[in-house]
Each structure stands twice: as C-alpha cells, then as structure tokens.
C-alpha cells in the first residue's frame, strides 16, 4: 500500500529538518513550522544553504511544543535559543556565526519556502535509494538530507513523484489532504555537499544528470522537465485541503 512514510518539517530556514509524526496544512498551503522562521541580512537576502556552506558546520534540533531552538557548533558549542520570546539572543548569535547583520523573521501563513506560491515537497523512498546507489558511499538516509523532502511516500516505485508533473497529470490524496503537482524541483548545490561536513562530493552533477537521464520514467511527461538535474515534486495543496492535518502512515491514493 503506498503510504506517507516520512513527515519532515525545517523550522528555521536552510537549517536541519525534524521528523514529525504529524502536520497541519497552514492557510498558505505548506506544511505547520516548515520554514516558519528564517534569517534575513540587512539587504533582505535570506541565509541558507545555497548561499554559505557554513550552514553544514551546524547541526540544529527544534522542540515544537515549547519552541526552543538547539544549535551545536563542530567545536562542541550548545546554544539555546526561544524563537518567539527573545528572537534577539538568536540574532546575536547568528549574526556573529556568519559574520552578518542578521534579523530572524516568522510567517506562520505560508513560512519562507522557495516557491511562495507553491506547497510541500514530495519524494518517494525508492526515489532515494536508487539515488544513493549512482554515487560510492551515499547511503538513502545521507540522500533524505540532502534533498529535503517534506513528503516521503513508501510502497511505489522509484521516481513515482515524476507522475504527478505536466500537462493532465494526476493528483494523489493523503489521508484527506489532497496534492496537486506543480513542478519537478530543479536542484542547486545544496544536495552536491555532505550534509554534515559541507564537503562536496565529486562531479555531483554530472553523474546526477547521466544517471538521471539514463533512469528516467516512460511513465513520466518528459516535456515538463525543462532538464535533468532535477528531482522531487513541488506541490499545490487546494484551499479545500488546508487546515487538514497529514500524518505518517496515512495512506496515498491516485486519481
């Protein structure tokens, strides 16, 4: 049976995600404390992956129920920081971390996602063990951390999330929640790095696109890829949907 196998939510942009049981769908489409908060510098550009890779020289943990933020340094450093009492402690520290003027800002509506019109993101387990098999040393939980999936669908086959973008391609239901495709995610450099050390890994891209073009579905509208070097379904949840909650183990069924 196909099934929301993962939930995964990144309550501070561009910072590690946490495993959920369960999410509600916000006004805005995506999914309770993902991206809810992000750091902005004084020309409004947001920190992130794509922008340092000093974000990998941290590993961060987040309490929903009480909203504290938990960042850990290489060195061994601990901080602890309440996002909503006193965002000021964590602008301080932030700011002095990547040498920048930083100010943490939070949308509950819709939270700081790429693609503001758009929703959650969506991948299906066998979609990131026949990724980590192209590259000597990935392992699928190393490849989970890299894509940054919202949404993990076990019981189907590898690239089943391709099926749901183009021209009069399907819908799927989740548990109540329904997703409607918008796009294949068009990847950065992000996923070219260990998650943990920053590290790259070598001709990440080129062995991404052969491989990805080698594998690709007949199943899949080969026209609404504009190319290769992307992976993962970026989704629309309908207004009819939001205020639902998704959970894990909430069963995935086609149109």
Request: overall charge negative; proline content about 5%.
């Amino acid at each position: 049976m196909a099934r929301v196998d993962r939930l995964r939510v990144y309550p501070v942009k561009g910072l590690d995600g946490i495993e959920v049981d369960a999410a509600d769908v916000t006004p805005g489409g995506t999914l309770a404390d993902d991206r809810t908060y992000a750091f902005f510098d004084g020309d409004g550009d947001v920190l992130n992956g794509k922008r340092t890779a000093r974000v990998h020289d941290l590993a961060t943990d987040f309490d929903r129920e009480t909203r504290e933020f938990v960042v850990e340094t290489r060195d061994g450093e601990t901080a602890r920081f309440d996002l909503d009492g006193d965002p000021g402690a964590a602008e301080a520290w932030f700011s002095e971390f990547f040498d920048a003027d930083l100010t943490l800002e939070r949308d509950d509506e819709l939270g700081y996602v790429d693609r503001r019109e758009m929703g959650p993101s969506v991948v299906s387990t066998a979609t990131l063990r026949e990724v980590a098999s192209w590259f000597d040393g990935l392992t699928v939980d190393g490849v989970r951390r890299r894509l940054r999936a919202n949404v993990e669908v076990a019981g189907v086959p590898a690239f089943w999330e391709d099926r749901f973008v183009g021209e009069d391609a399907p819908g799927f239901d989740a548990g109540g929640v329904r997703f409607e495709g918008v796009t294949a995610c068009g990847r950065c450099v992000v996923p070219s790095r260990d998650p943990d050390t920053g590290e790259p890994t070598p001709e990440f891209r080129e062995t991404f696109v052969q491989r990805r073009r080698e594998t690709f579905p007949e199943f899949a509208d080969r026209d609404a890829f504009d190319h290769f070097y992307a992976l993962m379904l970026i989704a629309r949840v309908p207004e009819g949907s939001r205020g639902q909650t998704l959970r894990v183990g909430d069963e995935v069924r086609e149109d």
